[in-house]
């Protein structure tokens, strides 16, 4: 990476993140949530119902930013749509498993800091 304010790596280092990205994508954890992210965005209800909200959100969240108020129906439908997303069975498999795959990359980040000697967690705050 080059530019300012970025980081040169060495050839070295730049494999050993390789080998570690590839190692994290073939662990159980990231395969399950490949799996059922895969399953979400095969569903056309599915798919279409996370499209309608994230649109909605970020529609919502820029006029609210700018100051505007939002009014009691689009509030409505925005906790409408969530409340489908978190009763239907294909986001359910996904939320759970996006849980292990945080708690997987959580666990990895401990062991790379025990390893290294430096807390990962606090270099990413700082960041």
Known sequence: MRGEGMITLSDELKQAAQALGESLRATEAVQIYLAAQARLRAD?????????????????????????????????????????????????????????????????????????GLDFSTLAQEA
């Open 44 to 116: 056309p209800e599915a798919y279409s119902l996370e499209d309608r909200f994230l649109r909605l959100y970020q529609s919502l969240l820029a006029r609210q930013r700018a100051g505007e108020e939002l009014t009691q129906a689009e509030m409505d439908e925005f906790y409408a749509l969530r409340s489908q997303m978190q009763r239907h069975p294909l986001f359910i498999e996904r939320d759970m498993a996006l849980t292990l795959l945080r708690s997987t990359f959580a666990v990895v980040g401990l062991d790379l800091s025990n390893e290294l």
